[in-house]
């Protein structure tokens, strides 16, 4: 961390004391971006340059980072607020940047979850850690909060909107066809290869180009298709849980490794999803408690068109012979008669819907992935799993708790013995 002084007399804040985020920081400052998703977080940070900010996309890794969470974040919030701040605070105090030309910025669920104070948990930390000239910037469709410097254009939303798309497309048929592989190396290869050519598209034609998208869409699954595999068929195991433990190496241990290493092909829904029912309860809210009639038929009109998109993509995988992935409102009657669709804090009705699914799609061996304490997560995750298994025998889920202090040895002991069940 370099040591400039700083010019005080730039910082701005807003009437309630937060440190903005200004138009003149746009042109300096680095953004960082911490990591949680893979195959979708590089084309969002792509998004992000290409609206002039200057992103950068943090792959620091290691137990520096839960150390580095610790000092500021109580081990009693949730595990991946640790990790998210523990890799932010590591990455500016050890990566030479200097810390006066960078801003971070994390999402903001808006909902009643804790992750809705994730900003205010880093803030803190920065503040205690003598950074608190760091702005940050909160990612959200909230409104919640507003910087002068971050106004991004409809592009940006769109192509935000692209990036979840391509990247869970990515994300499926690298599970599906990595197991199977020939040639080692080829699926990671061709991942690599479209994530470029995803951002080369981003750059060179509109947004708008729903014809240009689909096409994309349709090289993109013929060209997994031919990779040449070998003829046999692995046990498929679901990955689900909280998002961050669900989608992040760093948050579960490289659950994703230690499951291939175990010769097992691996299923993780889509992000899309997770999106989707976020909107999708505010266009309950409005049935609930009242509201105006046009947000709800603003909020369904988008998530109709969405899955219209997606319908495009669902018919080509299933015509190359991949999994054919559920539409949302066909997810979201699965829970009927297990829990509400009010049921929206932490991944809410969503995470028991997945599990059904997963059951019905020929994954019962499931690793539900949950920060140890996240109460929303424990209800509908670890709360089912009785009614899952007297509804669907065959169900073989393990619900894994990670934590500072948990035993990664532990840990693997528990998914193997679930894995143990399915040669049984
Ligand atoms: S879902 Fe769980 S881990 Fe995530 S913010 Fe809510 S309580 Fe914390």
């Not at 014809?211 to 013929?222: D, P, R, W």
């Not at 909020?299 to 190359?320: G, V």
Request: aromatic fraction near 10%; charged fraction near 25%.
């Amino acid at each position: 961390m370099k040591g400039a002084v700083i010019n005080l007399a730039e910082l701005r804040y807003s009437e309630e004391g937060r440190l903005l985020f200004t138009a003149e920081m746009k042109e300096e400052y680095k953004v960082l971006v911490p990591q949680m998703a893979p195959f979708h977080f590089d084309l969002l940070v792509e998004a992000l340059i290409q609206e002039g900010f200057k992103a950068e996309l943090l792959d620091n890794i290691g137990p520096n980072l839960v150390n580095e969470g610790l000092k500021y974040v109580h081990n009693d919030s949730c595990y991946p607020a640790i990790l998210v701040i523990g890799q932010i605070l590591d990455a500016i105090k050890n990566r030479g940047y200097d810390s006066h030309k960078v801003a971070v910025i994390i999402t903001q669920t808006g909902g009643g979850c804790r992750a809705s104070n994730y900003i205010h948990l880093l803030r803190a930390a920065l503040k205690k850690s003598g950074l608190s000239h760091i702005p940050v910037i909160s990612l959200n469709i909230s409104k919640l909060e507003k910087n002068p410097g971050f106004n991004p254009s409809y592009k940006f939303w769109f192509k935000a909107i692209w990036s979840v798309v391509y990247g869970d497309l990515l994300m499926q048929l690298y599970n599906e066809v990595k197991p199977y592989e020939i040639s080692d190396g080829e699926s990671d290869r061709l991942v690599e290869q479209w994530k470029e050519q995803v951002k080369y598209s981003f750059q060179n034609s509109s947004v708008l180009n729903i014809k240009a998208l689909k096409q994309n869409i349709e090289s993109l699954i013929k060209d997994f298709a031919r990779i040449p595999v070998a003829d046999t068929k692995l046990p498929r195991v679901g990955i689900v849980g909280e998002i961050y433990v669900k989608y992040s190496s760093v948050g579960n241990n490289n659950l994703e490794d230690y499951l291939r290493e175990e010769n097992v092909e691996i299923v993780i829904p889509p992000l899309m999803d997770f999106l989707l029912f976020k909107l999708d309860y505010r266009a309950l809210e409005v049935d609930w408690y009242g509201g105006k009639f046009i947000k709800k038929f603003g909020i369904n009109l988008i998530i109709r068109w969405i899955e219209k998109l997606r319908d495009h993509s669902r018919d080509l995988l299933k015509k190359a012979g991949f999994t054919r992935p559920i539409e949302f409102v066909k997810l979201r009657q699965l829970v009927k008669g297990i829990v509400s669709r009010g049921n929206r804090m932490g991944e809410g009705w969503l995470l028991t819907a997945e599990m059904i699914e997963l059951i019905k799609s020929g994954a019962p061996n499931i690793v539900c992935a949950q920060p140890f304490g996240c109460l929303p997560n424990h209800i509908s995750g670890k709360g089912v799993l009785k009614t899952l298994k007297d509804r669907y025998p065959e169900a073989n889920i393990v619900v894994i708790d990670y934590d500072p202090g948990a035993s990664a040895v532990n840990q693997k002991n528990r998914i193997k013995l679930m894995l143990s069940n399915i040669n049984r």
